[in-house]
């Protein structure tokens, strides 16, 4: 879901499904990174990084 919200430009909804997938499973590495790719689009570069330094390495 996070990624269609991505697509059509809704970051904040995007985000929020990306922390819901987290919140669901911890261990989600594309949520993470995902989430961090809806950051950057924000231009919101520090929560961005920090978000992929969340993820786990599988």
């Known amino acids: ?5 991505r697509k059509q430009g809704k970051y ?3 985000i929020a499904a990306y922390k819901k997938a987290i919140e ?3 261990n989600d590495a594309f949520a993470y990174n995902n ?3 809806a950051l950057d689009d924000q231009g919101k570069y ?5 978000a992929h ?3 786990p390495r599988n």
């Open 35 to 37: 989430m961090g790719l």
């Open 46 to 50: 520090d929560e961005a990084i920090a």
């Open 24 to 26: 669901i499973n911890p």
């Open 12 to 14: 904040d909804e995007a």
């Open 1 to 5: 879901m996070g990624v269609a919200l």
């Open 53 to 55: 330094k969340k993820s």
